[in-house]
């Protein structure tokens, strides 16, 4: 049985740096695409970023391109997200999932197999 766990949420002031891990287990890593969404209150999840196991990427809205860098340790099954200049509106739950579906980087949520539980981020003004 796959398990994802992310860790690296908080409270952060407006311009501030988090950094996100995502830890999968149960499954070999190398066969999934790793992918970060978000979803604020009331909005619909958003993609963030995906990156597959031989390191190509792809980023969500162009205001996340720059700031965010997704990354993975495969040898550790784990996978990372640096979020840097972190602004009020990026409040959000921020989910880490893995999908089987493509050897490509996915930005559809539909297609991740696999979802951790979320955690909690808040950009505070």
């Known amino acids: 049985q796959v398990r994802v766990v992310e860790s690296g949420g908080g409270l952060v002031q407006a311009g501030g740096s988090l950094r996100f891990s995502c830890a999968v287990s149960?499954?070999?890593?190398?066969?999934?695409?790793l992918g970060w969404f978000r979803q604020a209150p009331g909005k619909e999840r958003e993609f963030v970023a995906a990156?597959?196991?031989?390191?190509?990427?792809?980023y969500g809205t162009d205001s996340v391109k720059g700031r965010f860098t997704i990354s993975r340790d495969n040898a550790k099954n784990t996978g990372f997200l640096q979020s840097n200049s972190l602004k009020p509106e990026e409040t959000a739950v921020y989910y880490c999932?893995?999908?089987?579906?493509?050897?490509?980087?996915?930005?559809?949520?539909?297609?991740?197999?696999?979802w951790g539980q979320g955690t909690q981020v808040t950009v505070s003004s």
């Open positions: 149960g499954h070999t890593f190398t066969n999934y695409v």
């Open positions: 999932a893995v999908s089987s579906a493509s050897g490509l980087p996915i930005r559809t949520a539909g297609l991740y197999n696999h």
């Open positions: 990156m597959n196991h031989i390191g190509l990427r792809t």
